[in-house]
């Protein structure tokens, strides 16, 4: 059963912040993603990667960067935390070895900036 | 890149009817198709997924159809329950390295 976990489930930062969200898959999984949620926007592709040290820019990566250093774990890191990156954050991953494609998520983390 | 449509956005249906779900994608290239349902309070959950050889799949009460022409795929859900009740997201992936999602539908069962 895969599993994905996220580091904090509800988090209060202030603008100006810099704030680390961890994400941490046990499937041996090369593709992982970072996610946003928003009412009505649905869901937001930040970064996602698709190999140890690789990342590719998704649909909104401003402000935002990640890291990848080990297979199993994606960081989403608000270098200064600003009040339009309160969100709901949700991160996936999926195996590009297998002919299923199925993204798996993480609980999510729900991220308020004051 | 890949535009993701998905209407509509809520939909309420009495316990027992029919409920469908329809999403237009504008990457011919596009070749999965993956519904999930996301329940108040957790995570998006894969409910059903087809692939762009197949027109039609089914899972108990649950069906997807595409129509690789038209660029549409749609969730039908039949003798629909309370549980039932959730968001439900389309989404279009080329090879898995790239997802694209709708804007999700709230759908209501009403017992």
């Known amino acids: 059963d895969v599993k994905v976990t996220q580091s904090s489930r509800y988090l209060v930062k202030r603008t100006g912040e810099k704030v680390f969200l961890e994400c941490v898959q046990d499937?041996?999984?090369?593709?992982m993603f970072w996610y946003r949620q928003d009412p009505g926007l649905g869901l937001r592709l930040i970064y996602f990667s698709y190999d140890v040290k690789m990342k590719e820019k998704g649909d909104i990566p401003e402000g935002y960067s990640v890291s990848r250093e080990k297979k199993e774990r994606f960081s989403l890191i608000l270098e200064s935390a600003s009040t339009n990156q309160t969100s709901m954050y949700l991160c996936?991953?999926?195996?590009?070895?297998?002919?299923?494609?199925?993204?798996?998520f993480g609980p999510g983390t729900r991220l308020t900036v004051l | 890149g890949e535009n993701v449509e998905q209407h509509p956005s809520t939909l309420s249906v009495q316990e027992g009817d029919s409920a469908v779900i329809k999403c237009t994608y504008s990457d011919s290239a596009s070749n999965y198709f993956p519904w999930y349902k996301q329940e108040l309070g957790k995570r998006p959950q894969l409910i059903i997924d087809?692939?762009?050889?197949?027109g039609e799949k089914k899972d108990q009460r649950i069906a997807v159809t595409l129509n690789k022409t038209a660029k549409h795929f749609s969730l039908h859900i039949t003798e629909t329950q309370p549980e039932d009740s959730a968001v439900y997201f389309c989404?279009?992936?080329?090879?898995?390295?790239?997802?694209?999602f709708g804007t999700g539908t709230s759908l209501t069962v009403i017992p």
């Open positions: 499937m041996d999984h090369e593709n």
């Open positions: 087809i692939r762009s050889n197949v």
């Open positions: 989404a279009a992936s080329y090879s898995g390295n790239q997802f694209y």
């Open positions: 996936a991953s999926s195996s590009s070895r297998l002919y299923t494609d199925t993204q798996y």
